[in-house]
């Protein structure tokens, strides 16, 4: 009996001792085992977004203006250097137009003599006017008179004729009247002519407006106009000789000193800062659904990720034939010039509101957007294929779920 008893003791340690150590084991496994962490999930629900498109690009400037001058005269001075910024208007060099001044004095004396000659010949119409019409009159008077003397003569030599068959008068006399006769008869055919030869100078002299007289006038007019002209044309050379800056901006390429003949080349670019234009380049047509004058805002990491805001000007098609390049042209004002061409920027540019089913961006299992992970009602979980319309950066519209839909979402 002693003998039992103390087996069954033994034995009843021995499992007690078996117990705890299972106990301890499993206590350990599941001590190693992590605690899984609950699934986040959303309702795909209909909705409206705003959404925009992030592109990338280059500051170009409002205008590049290169400058060159047609006058082959050598440079007296330059007074601007690359960097500097110039007014509207302010003097960038001048040429030396010694020549073209005296070229132009000398027109200006051309022009002066042809100006006197166009009063001389209006003067001298006047009077040819003038006389034409007296000699045309005093013509006229000598017709008459010489007609009158005929007539009378004739008169003379009928009744002369008359008086010799009676024996009163001497045939010397009848001979006599007969030679006046002829003479007036030639008197007249002379007044006759004179009378023609004054009536066709009046017709061709013809009047101040008209006629030879007027047409000598407005030759010289013209040779005057002709000379004023060359003299004028001497004084846009002379004033090409300054060379201005057309606009407000920075020189950027000076390629004259004095001395120098400016010759066909380029010899100043002027840069217009003041207002820029981000370049942002787009490969998707999405590009297309943007519309002119919406606000971007316009990240510029090199000033310290500095953010502003521009317009949208224009969406352009290719960049270049056959490629699928485009381009977004915001306009960005640049008063105090900080934006310098050739800065790399990016853009949230706003593309027009979407409406449809929504859910969180982060519900995607790909960077294509083209999968979420749904939860059914019976818990469980699934990859579907969607299409994404659009998205904000937060919430995206989607097709190929049904609306209540739960679908998994990450962080």
Do not use: W
């Not at 992590?34 to 690009?57: D, F, K, M, N, V």
């Not at 040819?128 to 008169?155: F, K, N």
């Not at 010039?337 to 853009?347: E, H, K, N, T, W």
């Amino acid at each position: 009996m002693i003998t039992l008893r103390r087996l069954t003791v033994s034995t009843t340690v021995a499992f007690a001792v078996a117990a705890a150590v299972l106990g301890c084991a499993a206590h350990a496994r599941n001590a190693d085992q992590p605690t899984q962490a609950p699934l986040r999930s959303a309702i795909a629900q209909y909705g409206e977004i705003s959404p925009t498109i992030s592109i990338a690009g280059i500051i170009a400037p409002l205008q590049n203006v290169s400058i060159s001058s047609s006058l082959q005269e050598p440079a007296a001075a330059v007074y601007v250097h690359e960097g500097q910024y110039v007014s509207a208007g302010a003097v960038l060099a001048e040429l030396d137009v010694s020549d073209l001044r005296a070229n132009y004095t000398s027109a200006e004396r051309s022009a002066a003599e042809a100006n006197a000659k166009v009063t001389q010949t209006n003067y001298q119409g006047t009077l040819a006017l003038s006389q034409g019409t007296s000699d045309l009159a005093s013509a006229r008077s000598q017709l008459q008179q010489a007609r009158e003397h005929l007539a009378l003569d004739q008169s003379t030599l009928v009744r002369n004729q008359a008086l010799l068959k009676s024996g009163y008068v001497p045939q010397l006399t009848v001979e006599q009247m007969q030679t006046q006769v002829l003479t007036d008869e030639s008197a007249v055919r002379s007044a006759e002519a004179a009378l023609r030869n004054a009536a066709v100078n009046v017709k061709v002299n013809g009047t101040p407006e008209q006629g030879l007289q007027a047409s000598n006038v407005t030759a010289a007019r013209a040779a005057a106009a002709s000379a004023q002209a060359q003299a004028q044309q001497l004084e846009v050379q002379i004033a090409k000789g300054t060379i201005v800056s057309p606009i407000d901006g920075v020189v950027i390429n000076r390629n004259l000193n004095p001395g120098e003949y400016p010759g066909s080349r380029q010899i100043f670019t002027i840069q217009q800062t003041d207002t820029v234009y981000a370049m942002l380049n787009a490969s998707s047509d999405e590009v297309f659904r943007i519309q002119p004058h919406r606000r971007a805002v316009i990240h510029i990491g090199s000033l310290g990720n500095v953010t502003t805001t521009g317009v949208v000007e224009a969406v352009l098609g290719q960049a270049q034939p056959g490629s699928t390049n485009f381009v977004v042209k915001v306009r960005i004002p640049n008063p105090q010039r900080r934006l310098q061409s050739g800065m790399v920027v990016s853009a949230d540019v706003p593309l027009p509101a979407a409406s449809g089913l929504i859910v969180p961006v982060t519900a995607f299992t790909d960077d294509s957007h083209t999968a979420v992970r749904t939860v059914g009602n019976d818990g469980a979980i699934r990859q579907v294929s969607v299409r994404s319309i659009a998205d904000d950066g937060h919430r995206a519209v989607v097709s190929g779920i049904n609306a209540g839909t739960r679908v998994l979402i990450g962080e």
